[in-house]
């Protein structure tokens, strides 16, 4: 910490580690840290001297449970932003916050809590960290929107392809032979091509 700041206010300012676990042990006891911080020191044969140890190497779960002390402990009010995305040893509280009493928990809020959490962090990740059909932005996903252009695209083609076979192909469908039949039988034959009557006819005259 630096001099020219006034950390006096912080509770946690000249605390050792050990005493604020005895604190919070005493407290509150082994089993209700667990419960809210899930770390496995204040499970497996838990003890003032075993958790210090671990606790004073492990700067995550110190952290952690230096903010227990602050915010649950201690009772103080959320920490601004700035001041979150500090260690908690190094945030400054306020004059006009001070310390109040220990806030009440137990076994049963601690449990609710955790589902809670793993309900959240279940929807996030079976979303993918998105929302279906749409990003955060509110554009449609691209893989979804490249996958219904290339189905339209396929159309057309899928068409023009079958007209430039249907035009070139003698195979056609029997609707497309009627068709053709019934325009030729529609057009003028030319004079006794294939009428043996009219050439008869001729004949006589």
Not at 76 to 85: E, G, T, V
Not at 118 to 124: G, I, N, P, R, S
Not at 153 to 171: E, K, L, P, Q, T
Request: hydrophobic share 25%.
């Amino acid at each position: 910490m630096s001099n020219d700041i006034n950390y006096k206010n912080n509770p946690l300012h000249g605390v050792s580690l050990k005493n604020l676990l005895i604190e919070m042990v005493d407290h509150y006891g082994f089993d209700i840290l667990y419960a809210y911080l899930n770390i496995n020191c204040f499970k497996t044969k838990p003890s003032i001297e075993s958790s210090v140890k671990f606790l004073k190497k492990t700067d995550w779960a110190r952290e952690k449970v230096e903010a227990f002390y602050l915010y649950q402990y201690k009772n103080l009010p959320k920490a601004s932003a700035d001041q979150f995305k500090l260690p908690p040893r190094d945030r400054i509280v306020p004059e006009g916050q001070v310390a109040g009493e220990p806030a009440e928990l137990s076994l049963e809020d601690a449990e609710r809590l955790r589902e809670k959490r793993e309900k959240k962090a279940a929807e996030y990740k079976k979303g993918g960290g998105r929302r279906s059909g749409r990003d955060f932005g509110g554009r449609r996903d691209d893989q979804s929107s490249r996958s219904r252009s290339n189905d339209r695209n396929n159309i057309w083609s899928r068409g023009s392809s079958d007209n430039r076979n249907n035009s070139s192909s003698d195979s056609s469908s029997p609707w497309d032979r009627a068709v053709r039949d019934s325009e030729s039988s529609q057009k003028p034959e030319r004079s006794g091509a294939s009428d043996p009557w009219a050439n008869w006819k001729k004949k006589t005259q």
